[in-house]
């Protein structure tokens, strides 16, 4: 049974810049049992209600500006999956969320900067999932539960956002330090505390219960996909921490494995 999955993308600059948490997405493919596809929720993807891409093969969406020409250079033309998308939208469909089929979408940042690291030969058939910003963390655990069954089916579901993501406060140009202000590091020791010991209802109201709760995340996207994958594991699974590092300052790289071969 392969594990549920929440990594933390960071910069674009990910996918050219040396850093603890590059490092570890590029070993992170081998680690895992080899995926028959992945549905991969992007922050970078906001729709108002659920939607999924099924195409023949993923366009690279080059979503962000002001970058060196090497990063808009890379391409991640792995295959997309109608087969796949189609049975999301179904388990969708059935927990009463509701789903919609994009013909056209093709990946995101948030899905091909980890995934180019992790499969860089893109020979796995990718899905896209959107979230639902206004929907908030209890919605989108309820969107990962619908989606438990794909894990037993060979689908690795993974939900790409951020630990923290207030970019107002990045030290641009200090990628590679890994010393977290003092707030954000006492943010994600809560939320990790919180998360081992199953404390589900702190999670879901991070914002009131966190430490600077808020503050690291002025808007929620970049979280949603962590519910997902919390609801994706099961609410029993059990929770390891895969990675911890911070990237300018604020930009926590934390990445979370629920459930697996355990089960």
């Known amino acids: 049974m392969l594990p ?4 933390s993308h960071g910069s674009p600059m990910l996918a050219l810049t040396p850093s603890s948490a590059r490092d570890f997405l590029a070993g992170l493919g081998a680690a895992l049992p080899r995926p028959a596809a992945i549905v991969i929720a992007s922050a970078h993807w906001e729709t108002e209600r659920p939607a999924v891409n099924a195409v023949a ?4 969406i080059h979503d962000f500006y002001g970058f060196p020409p090497a990063l808009y250079a890379l391409r991640y033309p792995a295959p997309g ?8 939208a179904g388990l969708l469909d059935a927990a009463g969320l509701g789903c919609d089929v994009d013909p056209e979408r093709g990946l995101d940042h948030g899905a091909w900067v ?5 499969y860089p030969e893109h020979d ?3 899905v896209e999932l959107s979230v639902q910003g206004r929907e908030g963390p209890r919605h989108h655990l309820l ?3 619908a989606l438990g069954p794909l894990r037993a089916e060979g689908v690795l579901v993974i939900g790409s956002g951020a630990f923290t993501h207030d970019l107002r406060r990045m030290r641009r140009g200090d990628g590679a330090s890994e010393e977290a202000e003092p707030d954000v590091a006492a943010f994600a020791d809560w939320m990790w505390a919180a998360l081992a010991a199953g404390r589900v209802d702190d999670v879901l109201d991070y914002r009131r219960r966190a430490p600077f709760g808020a503050a690291q995340h002025p808007t929620e996207e970049h979280l949603l996909p962590l519910f997902v994958a919390l609801g994706a594991g099961g609410m029993e699974a059990s929770v390891r921490r895969l990675h911890a590092s911070t990237n300018y300052g ?3 790289m934390d990445a979370f494995a629920f459930g697996g071969d355990s089960d």
Do not use: C, D, K, Q
């Open 57 to 60: 093969e993923n366009a690279t």
């Open 114 to 118: 980890p995934l180019i690291l992790m």
């Open 4 to 7: 549920s999955l929440f990594l």
């Open 81 to 88: 999956s109608a087969e796949v998308a189609r049975r999301v």
């Open 143 to 145: 969107l990962g539960e």
């Open 250 to 252: 604020v930009l926590r």
């Open 124 to 126: 796995i058939p990718v």
